[in-house]
């Protein structure tokens, strides 16, 4: 399994640069590099900037007449609430309301509508979409084709603006511009709670543009997955797979905001309507009040007993607050909501920590 | 970076180091290699002194952000202190790994038991297959 990993464009940048690479998807990508590391990484993000090579990300094209209303019919979120030129968070669902992955819809326009789902989930929903598609609309899984740049942290803007890059369009929109050789797409998103942007490159000029950010007088981090995790931790954001699943719904891990539940037709949208009156569990966030450190699969407790009333989805040390901080499934039936303490299972330990909404830190996206 | 192993010092599988402190009990670390592998350390968990350790048993754990991992007595015996500074700055087992990120002094049950432990060479051939 291990050598059919693929790798990114930039894998011998991230090589020169000392990187420690983990498996991710079926991809082997930089999880934090030489001189580095996760805690200097994610600070990096926080207060100054970071680039981080997720090329791992798919890709996928949808175009011809129809297209963008294809994907509303599919996909959850409702793309009739934005203009082209604007991306949304969207999900695939399938009939039980599972979900099969979440996803950027970028509306070029009626007739072209570009994905990007996860990398393990892409042949997946490429598979679904093209299940479904009516004469005339093609989905075009182009996953090796594009490299993705996040550029990320309150000075992403300066950097970019340094390179010739838009960089004053809104939160969720786009722009299509040039860097040396490269057509880009530079787009106002990210997944660390910052200002940031994430650029859509050609793999061939990957390289190009990767030497561009790191060749201005501003001094740029390499950032690996493990910061990325982090950061998106602290904003209580979902990883598919974790914190949403075939099994987590998105009326579940509170994600029923990218749900469009208007239209009259999406995947999953029976089932989710139905569950939406009266969920069995709820995504919670959980801070430590002690040392314990939450971690993926511990047992949520009602304290003072035995009583299992959840499960921990995602769990770690958070570098900002430096202290442990979860998103947690906490049962409905419990009774225990937003200021409540619960109890972990550390190891045979038991560790304190209250229910709380998150962001753990608060988000400057805007 | 230096994955230079301390000639003076003795080793287990489990990528501890033991060295021979003042007054005959053995300070214990973890190495670089394990260092370097767990990635920056955020919180550690030691053994107060006076509890008794058993070789090959867990004797507390360290964890970074995205893992936990077990420290493993290199030897029974009792433990006669653990690093305090540790608790403020868990970090200076990466920035030092042999030096002032060590973990706990043991009082041995059997002295001998140091002897028996791993040598430099017999480390570095370890992590080579590794």
């Known amino acids: 399994m291990t050598d059919e990993l693929l790798r990114s464009p930039l894998h011998d940048r991230h090589l020169a640069l000392g990187a420690k690479f983990a498996p991710f998807g079926g991809w082997e990508m930089p999880l934090e590099y030489a001189g580095g590391g996760v805690l200097k990484e994610h600070a990096a993000v926080r207060e100054s900037v970071g680039v981080f090579d997720v090329s791992h990300l798919g890709k996928a094209t949808v175009t011809g007449p129809g297209a963008a209303d294809f994907i509303n019919r599919c996909l959850t979120n409702d793309l009739g609430r934005i203009a082209p030129g604007k991306a949304q968070y969207t999900l695939c669902c399938d009939e039980t309301g599972g979900v099969v992955d979440d996803l950027i819809a970028y509306l070029h326009g009626p007739e072209h509508v570009f994905l990007i789902p996860n990398a393990a989930n892409t042949t997946e929903v490429v598979r679904r979409l093209q299940a479904a598609a009516p004469e005339g609309v093609t989905i075009v899984n182009e996953h090796a084709d594009y490299a993705v740049l996040a550029v990320q942290g309150p000075r992403s803007a300066e950097l970019l603006a340094k390179l010739g890059l838009p960089t004053d369009h809104d939160y969720m929109s786009f722009e299509v511009a040039k860097l040396g050789s490269a057509e880009l797409t530079v787009c106002r998103t990210g997944y660390t709670g910052e200002h940031g942007y994430e650029l859509v490159v050609p793999s061939a000029q990957a390289g190009e543009v990767w030497d561009a950010l790191f060749g201005t007088d501003i001094e740029v981090r390499a950032a690996g997955l493990a910061a990325r995790d982090t950061l998106r931790t602290e904003m209580g954001y979902p990883l598919h797979g974790q914190d949403l699943s075939m099994e987590i719904s998105p009326v579940q891990a509170r994600a029923g905001w990218a749900v469009g539940w208007k239209k009259p037709e999406f995947w999953g949208r029976e089932a989710l309507v139905a569950e939406k009156a009266a969920p069995q569990r709820t995504l919670w966030g959980l801070l430590a009040t002690d040392r314990g450190i939450p971690r993926a699969h511990m047992t949520v407790l009602r304290p003072g007993t035995d009583e299992a009333i959840g499960e921990v989805t995602s769990g770690t040390f958070s570098p900002t607050k430096k202290i442990g901080i979860a998103l947690a499934l906490i049962s409905t039936a419990s009774g225990l909501t937003e200021g409540d303490e619960v109890e972990l299972d550390v190891r045979g330990r038991r560790s304190v920590a209250k229910i709380v909404k998150p962001p753990f830190v608060n988000p400057s996206v805007r | ?130």
Do not use: C
Not at chain 2, 89 to 112: C, Q
């Open chain 2, 1 to 130: 970076m230096s994955s230079a192993i301390p000639e003076e010092l003795r080793y287990t599988a489990e990528h501890e180091w033991v060295r021979v402190a003042e007054g005959g009990a053995l300070r214990v670390g973890i190495t670089q290699f394990a260092q370097d592998a767990l990635g920056d350390i955020v919180y550690v968990d030691l053994p107060e002194a006076g509890s008794a350790v058993e070789a090959g048993a867990s004797a507390g754990e360290v964890e970074s952000t995205k893992s936990v991992s077990e420290i493993y007595a290199p030897v029974s015996g009792t433990v006669t202190a653990r690093n305090e500074a540790l608790a403020e700055s868990p970090d200076l087992i990466n920035s030092d790994p042999y030096g002032d990120g060590w973990l706990v002094e043991i009082e041995p049950a059997d002295p001998a038991a140091y002897g028996e432990l791993l040598d430099a060479a017999a480390y570095q051939k370890l992590i080579e297959q590794s």
